[in-house]
């Protein structure tokens, strides 16, 4: 059974970055398939995709996102990270990280999320 | 960005009855979209996938339909353990965008 754990500060200042890791049990974040994928949810709102990582390193991040965010995979710890610069209070949610993955079917390829970390609660405030 | 558009946002429903959630893309995503299941406090979780594939463990009440821009979840005997928020999610093209959720609540 994969499992994924989020850490990271639970407060971070406006201004600062933001730097979140999940770390994943019972799998590899090196193996191909799979997207190594950060969510989070505003408080009491839905669901915002923030981005992913591949295991080769290659990454799409949200274009609402973009110019403030990194993610980064480190093979021999089996975790992969996010950086989010510039925090705000519109920053404050829940930060989960997930496991999209790609199955192989016959017609094509199927995808989907089947493992998610508990989440964790980042509030911006001084 | 492809925009999933959720109805109803929320709903009033009884233990048994049929309960159905339309999620429309503002553009044809074939067949690449997911439901997923959120419980207060708890991550989501997968329910269909492929827009009718059930997942592992899934009762069978749950059901997906639709494809292009028109999907369907529906639950055939709603039970006390499917109150929750269901989302709709979009695994056709990047950035993966989710619809705004719909709230079953207890009638």
């Known amino acids: 059974q994969v499992q994924l754990q989020e850490a990271g500060p639970g407060l971070v200042k406006p201004s600062q970055t933001l730097s979140l890791t999940c770390t994943v049990s019972g799998g590899s974040v090196n193996s191909g398939g799979y997207y190594w994928t950060w969510i989070r949810q505003h408080p009491a709102k839905g669901l915002e995709w923030i981005g992913y990582?591949?295991?080769?390193?290659?990454?799409y991040y949200n274009p609402s996102l973009k110019s403030r965010l990194t993610m980064s995979i480190d093979t021999s710890k089996n975790q992969f990270s996010l950086n989010l610069s510039s925090m705000t209070a519109a920053d404050t949610a829940v930060y989960y990280c997930?496991?999209?993955?790609?199955?192989?079917?016959?017609?094509?390829?199927?995808?989907?999320?089947?493992?998610w970390g508990q989440g964790t609660l980042v509030t911006v405030s001084s | 960005d492809i925009q999933m558009t959720q109805s109803p946002s929320s709903l009033s429903a009884s233990v048994g009855d049929r309960v159905t959630i339309t999620c429309r893309a503002s553009?044809?995503?074939?067949?690449?979209l997911g439901w997923y299941q959120q419980k207060p406090g708890k991550a989501p979780k997968r329910l269909i996938y492929?827009?009718?594939i059930l997942g592992s463990g899934v009762p069978s009440r749950f059901s997906g339909s639709g494809s292009g821009t028109e999907f369907t979840l529906t639950i055939s005997s709603l039970q006390p353990e499917d109150f929750a928020t269901y989302y709709c999610l979009q695994h056709n093209s990047f950035p993966r965008t989710f619809g705004q959720g719909t709230k079953v609540e207890i009638k």
């Open positions: 990582i591949y295991h080769s390193g290659s990454t």
């Open positions: 997930a496991r999209e993955v790609r199955d192989y079917s016959g017609s094509g390829s199927d995808y989907y999320i089947d493992f």
């Open positions: 553009q044809g995503i074939r067949s690449d």
């Open positions: 492929a827009a009718y």
